[in-house]
C-alpha cells in the first residue's frame, strides 16, 4: 500500500487551495448571510474542470479520478461547505448518472454541457413523503405518445432552480414497487416543468436548495435514463460514488474548523498564556486531529477503490458515515475552544458546524448508512 499522494495529486490540490482562499474565502459569510447561490462563479470553476472531474476528456471533463475527487472537494469544503457540496452535487449526482447510464446521444447532448459548466446539473429522488424510503416514490410517468407525462414532486433539491438539466425518478407502474421507478432527463423551459419553493436552512445556505414541481409535464422516450425499472436501482448506484465526495467534504468542512481552532489556542491568552499550551485544549486538538486523519483515509481507501472499478457501497458508507459524525463533533469541539467567541459569527467555526449537521443527513441519513453496512456485512458473511 502507498499512502503517498502523487505529484499532481499534490499540485491537484495546492491549486484548488489557492483557488479557494482568493475566490471563495473573501466572500463565503456573506454569501451565507445572504442565502446567495454564486452563480457567478461557475465559469470560474469551470475554467479549472471543477464541473466535470470524473468525466473523460472526450466528454468534456478533466478525466480524474476519484482520488483526486476527493480532494478537490476536500479542498473546497475547507473554505466553504456550500461551494464544496455544489460541485459534488453536479459532478455526483445529475451528471454521473447520465454518465453512467445514459446513452451516447443522451451523454453528447446533456453531459458534454455539464461536464464543461456551461451548464448546472440537479438530480430529484428525494419527495415530501420519500425521504430515506426513496422506493416510495409518488411522482408517476404515464405512457403517451412517443414519452411519458409526469406528475408530482421533489424536494431538498440542490440547483433546483438554477439547474438547466435535472435527471428525476418516477413511478413507471406502482405494481412493481422499486422495480417500477425509471428515471428521465428534464430540461429548464420544458412545460410542466418549474421550480417550487427554495429552502431557507440552518446551513449550506450558500448551496441553492429547492423543490421541483412537474404538472402534465411530457418528457420524450429519448429522455428516459436507463431502462425502465431500473430508475430506482441505478439511483442507489449513483449514490455509492456520492457518498465518496460527502465523505470528502466532511473531511475538509473539519479540517477548515480544526485548523481555526489551532490558530485560535495559540492566540487567545487565558492566564498569562496561549490556551494552547494547557493540556485540556492540546487533548481536544489531539482527537480532532486524528478523527480527521481517520476520516480521510476511509474516504480515500473507497475512492481508491472505486477508481478501480470494485464494488464500493460498504466502503462508501463507511466512509460517509464516520466522516460525517466526526465532522460535527470536531466543529462543535472547535467552537468549545474558541469559548464565547465561537458562538459568534466573527469565528469560522459556527459556520463549519451549521454546515456540518447536513452531511449526516443528505444522501441518505447516518441511519441509512448503518442499515447499509449492516446489510454488506451479513451478506459477505453469509457467502
Not at 466572500?27 to 468525466?55: C, N, T, V, Y
Not at 455544489?86 to 455539464?114: D, W
Not at 465523505?247 to 489551532?262: C, F, H, P, S
Request: charged letters at 25%; hydrophobic letters at 40%; glycine letters at 10%.
Amino acid at each position: 500500500m502507498n499512502f503517498e499522494l502523487t505529484e499532481d495529486q499534490k499540485q491537484i490540490r495546492m491549486s484548488v487551495r489557492e483557488f479557494a482562499e482568493a475566490e471563495i474565502a473573501p466572500r463565503a459569510r456573506e454569501w451565507d448571510e445572504a442565502q446567495h447561490f454564486p452563480i457567478e462563479l461557475l465559469p470560474k470553476l469551470a475554467e479549472l474542470g471543477l464541473m466535470g472531474i470524473i468525466f473523460p476528456e472526450d466528454y468534456g471533463g478533466a478525466g480524474l479520478g476519484y482520488i483526486e475527487y476527493a480532494i478537490i472537494i476536500e479542498e473546497l469544503g475547507r473554505v466553504d461547505g456550500s461551494i464544496g457540496l455544489s460541485v459534488a452535487a453536479h459532478n455526483s449526482l445529475c451528471s454521473n448518472h447520465i454518465y453512467m447510464f445514459g446513452t451516447e446521444e443522451q451523454k453528447r447532448k446533456y453531459l458534454i454541457p455539464l461536464a464543461q459548466g456551461r451548464h448546472l446539473g440537479a438530480w430529484g429522488l428525494t419527495e415530501p413523503s420519500a425521504g430515506s424510503d426513496a422506493s416510495g416514490t409518488r411522482t408517476v410517468a404515464v405512457r403517451k405518445d412517443g414519452g411519458w407525462v409526469v406528475n408530482g414532486s421533489k424536494n431538498f433539491i440542490t440547483h433546483a432552480i438554477h439547474a438547466d438539466t435535472c435527471v428525476a425518478v418516477a413511478s413507471t407502474d406502482r405494481s412493481k414497487g422499486s422495480k417500477g421507478i425509471t428515471a428521465f432527463i428534464f430540461e429548464k423551459g420544458m412545460k410542466g416543468f418549474s421550480p417550487s419553493k427554495k429552502e431557507n436552512k440552518l446551513g449550506m445556505r450558500a448551496s441553492e436548495t429547492a423543490g421541483v414541481v412537474f404538472e402534465d409535464c411530457f418528457v420524450p422516450d429519448e429522455n428516459r435514463l436507463g431502462e425502465e425499472g431500473m430508475g430506482f436501482i441505478n439511483a442507489m448506484q449513483v449514490l455509492d460514488g456520492g457518498r465518496i465526495s460527502i465523505a470528502a467534504l466532511a473531511v475538509g468542512i473539519a479540517q477548515g474548523a480544526y485548523e481555526a481552532a489551532i490558530r485560535y489556542a495559540k492566540e487567545r491568552v487565558q492566564f498569562g498564556r496561549p490556551i494552547a499550551e494547557f493540556q485540556a485544549i492540546q487533548f481536544k486538538l489531539a482527537d480532532m486531529a486524528t478523527a480527521i486523519e481517520a476520516a480521510r483515509l476511509l474516504t480515500y481507501r473507497a475512492a481508491y477503490l472505486k477508481d478501480r472499478g470494485q464494488p464500493v457501497t460498504k466502503q462508501a458508507s463507511m466512509a460517509k458515515l464516520f466522516a460525517s459524525e466526526m465532522c460535527v463533533r470536531v466543529c462543535e469541539e472547535a467552537i468549545q475552544i474558541h469559548g464565547g467567541y465561537g458562538y459568534t459569527k466573527d469565528y469560522l467555526p459556527e459556520k463549519c458546524w451549521r454546515d456540518a449537521k447536513l452531511l449526516t443527513i443528505g444522501e441518505g441519513t447516518s441511519e441509512i448508512q448503518r442499515i447499509i453496512i449492516a446489510r454488506q456485512l451479513l451478506r459477505e458473511l453469509g457467502e
